[in-house]
């Protein structure tokens, strides 16, 4: 078992937080610009967030549509509230 999965919180307040920071440092660099590939870039940003959040739920053992909280404004906090229902999980621990 990898650190990712014994420390699921962890690790999705990480790829969140990475995810983030690279939403914000491109708000800066192409301030100027506009189009098509800003579009592409922010969508796969966007994509990679809700991935992020559906392994950790599916690692946590949980239902995906959970998932839906990504697209509430701080849904990820109730995400990160959820227990851990996954028994291989809870019994290495």
């Given at each position: ?25 491109l ?61 291989a ?5």
């Open positions: 078992m990898s650190w990712l999965e014994r420390h699921v919180n962890w690790s999705m307040l990480i790829g969140w937080s990475a995810v983030g920071t690279i939403e914000f440092a708000l800066f660099i192409t301030a100027a610009e506009s189009g098509e590939t800003l579009f592409v870039i922010y969508g796969a940003l966007v994509t990679l967030s809700l991935l992020i959040g559906l392994w950790g739920l599916q690692v946590k053992g949980r239902s995906l549509a959970w998932a839906l909280l990504c697209f509430i404004p701080f849904g990820w906090i109730a995400i990160l509230a959820l227990g851990n229902r996954n028994a999980l809870l019994n290495k621990q």
